[in-house]
T-cell receptor, first 113, second 109 residues
């Protein structure tokens, strides 16, 4: 197991386009989290899944954002009609429950031009 | 709502110095606290995880302490090296994980 994988590492898109990111968690982990991080700030929670169920969504997750975790394995985060304010690092993490700490992926850097 | 604060925001020290990074949180009802390291443009690397029943954890030159009652944690780095230069993030967990804004550390050769 090589840890949490995120793809792509970088994405540059024009405003108004849709983008989709993928996260592959550690296989034994039942929880998967998405965070967003802007320059100089700590990561901010977006949403999390326990197995395939999406249990919590932050108010930061507007209607343009949607996340899925089919079959409780990998997850995708889609942003529709991207805006310049969506430019950020999108981080994925997984854990076995939450008591044992999170393992983060390397992130996807999104730049909206 | 849990608020996590890290002081200082930035720190520059000469190589070899021992240093302390501080983290405070407003809600002491946490299950654990985790310290991460983040290099520029990269993801987060876990350094130390302290469960709520523990007082400290050590890994190599790193030692993290936790005082739940006062809502504080410290990360002690001994004999700092230029390779320690990074942003250090503190996060507390109680059903979800809340992060501080980090301390940006520069260790000068």
């Amino acid at each position: 197991d090589t840890g949490v994988s995120q793809d792509p590492r970088h994405k540059i898109t024009k405003r108004g386009q849709n983008v989709t990111f993928r996260c592959d968690p550690i296989s034994e982990h039942n929880r998967l989290y998405w965070y967003r991080q802007t320059l100089g700030q700590g990561p901010e929670f977006l949403t999390y899944f326990q197995n395939e169920a999406q249990l919590e969504k932050s108010r930061l997750l507007s209607d343009r954002f949607s996340a899925e975790r089919p079959k409780g394995s990998f997850s995708t985060l889609e942003i529709q009609r991207t805006e310049q304010g969506d430019s950020a690092m999108y981080l994925c993490a997984s854990s076995y429950e939450g008591h044992y700490g999170y393992t983060f992926g390397s992130g996807t850097r999104l730049t909206v031009v | 709502k849990q608020e996590v604060t890290q002081i200082p925001a930035a720190l520059s020290v000469p190589e070899g110095e021992n240093l302390v990074l501080n983290c405070s949180f407003t809600d002491s009802a946490i299950y654990n606290l985790q310290w991460f390291r983040q290099d520029p443009g990269k993801g987060l690397t876990s350094l130390l995880l302290i469960q709520s029943s523990q007082r400290e954890q050590t890994s190599g030159r790193l030692n993290a302490s936790l005082d739940k009652s006062s809502g504080r944690s410290t990360l002690y780095i001994a004999a700092s090296q230029p390779g320690d230069s990074a942003t250090y993030l503190c996060a507390v967990w109680n059903n979800d994980m809340r992060f501080g804004a980090g301390t940006r550390l520069t260790v000068k050769p």
